[in-house]
């Protein structure tokens, strides 16, 4: 079975410095791994994926992910901020076959100017 | 447009009401989902379809019923739903086949009120 954690439930960052939303992740197998974004009363974005290629994932928007396997992480990053970018963010995790998605509790990230 | 659509998108109803809520696709994916989201929880999945007529559970299926009988459909059936089913419920779909790991298009979300 596979599981996600997101490490911080609120995320705050002042506009133009750098971003860090951190997930963790448990699978048995290779895995696929997604952020997602949900802005305010809206459905959700894929921002990026990782699927056992690069292991530097880049997504829309200046949003970037790491993954490592050694240390089971798939953090979001940003190099600055922008107002625009305050919204809930999930970290995701796919099962072997692609039907069944974990989603992690979300991290909600504030902006400030 | 490639979409997926939700309907209603806020429904208030009471405990034991049979209720329907429809989901519907224009990109010919075969691979359906629901979801519902609580506050603190994330998303977890309540039953997913991987091509007409073939669905399964997800993590949390109890008090839902799915139908799959065209590809581009895929409705939630509440009959008795237990625990409390208010909640904001999302359809997805994706591409690819089986072992697939595409992007999954997410609908607006339902939100549901149960008094």
């Known amino acids: 079975a596979q599981s996600v954690t997101q490490l911080d439930s609120h995320v705050s960052v002042s506009e133009g410095t750098p971003v860090l939303l951190r997930c963790n992740y448990s699978s048995s197998y290779s895995p696929s791994l997604f952020w997602y974004v949900q802005h305010p009363n809206k459905g959700l974005q894929l921002l990026l994926k990782y699927t056992s290629a690069a292991t530097l994932v880049k997504g829309i928007n200046g949003f970037e992910a790491e993954f490592k396997k050694s240390e089971t992480s798939f953090h979001l990053t940003k190099p600055s901020a922008h107002m625009s970018d305050a919204a809930e963010y999930f970290c995701?995790?796919?099962?072997?076959?692609?039907?069944?998605?974990?989603f992690g509790a979300g991290t909600i990230l504030r902006v400030k100017s | 447009e490639a979409q997926v659509t939700q309907n209603p998108r806020y429904l208030i109803t009471v405990t034991g009401k049979k209720l329907t809520v429809t989901c519907s696709q224009n990109?010919?994916?075969?691979?359906m989902s629901w979801y519902r989201q609580d506050p603190g929880l994330g998303l977890r999945q309540i039953y997913y379809s991987m091509n007409v007529e073939v669905t399964d559970k997800g993590d949390v299926p109890e008090g839902y019923k799915v139908s799959r009988k065209e590809k581009r459909n895929f409705p939630l059936i509440l009959e008795s739903p237990s625990p409390n089913p208010t909640s904001l419920y999302f359809c997805?779909?994706?591409?690819?086949?089986?072992?697939?790991?595409?992007?999954?298009?997410f609908g607006p979300g339902t939100r549901l009120t149960v008094t």
């Open positions: 990109m010919n994916h075969e691979y």
């Open positions: 995701v995790v796919s099962d072997q076959y692609g039907n069944k998605l974990v």
């Open positions: 997805a779909s994706r591409g690819g086949g089986y072992g697939e790991t595409y992007e999954q298009y």
